[in-house]
């Protein structure tokens, strides 16, 4: 069964760095569309940035420009590498995987099938 796992959370305090890591497992292929989430205590899931089949990368507004996704589709790895962190960053981050390579999922959270258990990032000011 396709499985993803998220590493590399942690506390940073604000203007700092973090870098996080999701490895697949279980699919012979490379994955199609990647992407990251993360979900505040009492907010609603939102997608953070996502990466397709073709290396397209989309960003939410929140993040452009200080978040940079990215995959190593040799060794079936998405990052997240996080920049300029703010205390609004704080949150759960997930990796979801869609693997149907036809698709256009984006930053709907409804779009993938499967997710990992999340990793905690905490931004202090």
């Known amino acids: 069964q396709a499985q993803v796992k998220e590493s590399g959370g942690g506390s940073v305090q604000a203007g700092g760095s973090l870098s996080l890591s999701c490895v697949g497992a279980g699919y012979t292929h490379n994955i199609p569309n990647m992407a990251w989430f993360r979900q505040a205590p009492g907010k609603e899931r939102e997608g953070v940035a996502t990466?397709?089949?073709?290396?397209?990368?989309r960003y939410a507004d929140s993040v452009r420009d200080r978040f940079t996704i990215s995959k190593d589709n040799a060794k079936n790895t998405l990052y997240l590498q996080m920049n300029d962190l703010n205390p609004d960053d704080t949150a759960r981050y997930y990796c979801a995987a869609d693997y149907r390579p036809w698709s256009d999922p984006g930053l709907s959270a409804s779009q993938y099938g499967t997710w990992g258990p999340g990793t905690q990032v905490t931004v202090s000011s």
């Open positions: 990466i397709d089949i073709n290396d397209r990368t």
